[in-house]
């Protein structure tokens, strides 16, 4: 074998190497390629749920806010409507004392007051009902500013029982109130 013949083989074997040096490198680079597209891949997939998934809770955070707010809306206008209405209510009442039938409530009053408290009692009420409280036999006391209806305690002032309009729309609010919204709703 000559020199020529061994630098020639030399050469092929560096060339077949660096072959095989650049085809490992090319397929390390392929290799490494694909990794870093699937892990790019993977980060925006798991990204993108993740946006999906934060996006999905304000919304419906945003959604459940609105909700709230327009209930709190409704109540708001029910409760300016309950206001209203009771206003109108006490005007009826104040009209409804300058009815006949008035007169026989403040009556009805008397009586129911004799049975709960004692026979003889002081009946306070407007100066307007002073002249039929006393038609009806009952000791009329102070004056007491009042839509109507009376305050009646017995002879020694240890009991006492308020029949007067805004004490009676007082305690049955709810009553009243339930009553209204279920003829608006």
């Known amino acids: 074998m000559s020199i020529d013949s ?3 083989e030399i050469e092929n074997r560096k060339k077949k190497d660096i072959e095989t040096l650049d085809k490992e490198s090319d397929e390390k680079k392929t290799a490494i390629e694909s990794k870093k597209s699937t892990a790019i891949k993977e980060l925006q997939e798991s990204y993108a749920n993740e946006a999906k998934i934060k996006s999905d809770r304000e919304a419906a955070r945003i959604v ?3 909700k ?14 309950l206001d209203s209405t009771f206003e109108i ?6 009209d409804y ?5 008035y007169k026989k409530i403040l009556k009805t009053m008397v009586e129911s007051s004799k049975k709960r408290l004692d026979k003889e009692i002081i009946v306070h ?10 038609d009806l036999g009952v000791t009329v ?6 839509l109507g209806g009376i305050v009646a305690e017995n002879q ?3 009991k006492e029982l308020d029949l007067t309009f805004e004490e009676l729309l007082r305690t049955h609010e709810d009553e009243i109130k339930n009553t209204i919204l279920e003829k608006m709703l």
Do not use: M, W
């Open 6 to 8: 061994f630098v020639l």
């Open 64 to 66: 459940e806010a609105g």
């Open 68 to 81: 709230l707010d327009a209930k709190k809306i409704l109540f708001d206008a029910i409760n300016i409507n």
């Open 89 to 94: 209510i006490k005007q009826e009442l104040k």
């Open 97 to 101: 004392t300058k009815t006949p039938t």
């Open 125 to 134: 009420c407007r100066k307007e009902d002073d002249t039929v409280l006393k």
């Open 141 to 146: 006391g102070s004056s007491i500013q009042t």
């Open 156 to 158: 020694d002032g240890t």
